[in-house]
Nanobody
Framework: QVQLVESGGGLVQAGGSLKLSCAAS????????MGWFRQAPGKEREFVAT????????YYADSVKGRFTISRDNAKNTLYLQMNRLKPEDTAVYYC?????????????????WGQGTQVTVSS
């Protein structure tokens, strides 16, 4: 059974940094594209960043480009999201997701597995 467990969320002041982790088990992590998504209260879940199976290709939402970095360690079956220069509008529950293909899927609905999420709160 595929399990994705996020960690690293918390409360941080605007301008600060956090690093999220997503520990994966139950599937061939190194053969899967992975992504980070977030959902703020009252809003739909939105794309943040995605990375291909080998980690040499990544894509970001315009709202986080230049501030967030997605990475992966296939030896540790772990996905990361380094978040710098955080803003209050980054406040949300952050989810990691896995797709059974090597490269990121086209839409959020195409991801096959999801974690339970970790709360990130940025105070102004």
């Amino acid at each position: 059974q595929v399990q994705l467990v996020e960690s690293g969320g918390g409360l941080v002041q605007a301008g600060g940094s956090l690093k999220l982790s997503c520990a994966a088990s139950g599937h061939t992590f190194s053969a899967n594209a992975m992504g980070w998504f977030r959902q703020a209260p009252g809003k739909e879940r939105e794309f943040v960043a995605t990375i291909n199976w080998s980690g040499d290709r990544s894509y970001y939402a315009d709202s986080v480009k230049g501030r967030f970095t997605i990475s992966r360690d296939n030896a540790k079956n772990t996905l990361y999201l380094q978040m710098n220069r955080l803003k209050p509008e980054d406040t949300a529950v952050y989810y990691c997701a896995a797709d059974r293909h090597l490269n990121p899927p086209a839409t959020i609905n195409d991801y096959d597995y999801w974690g339970q999420g970790t709360q990130v709160t940025v105070s102004s």
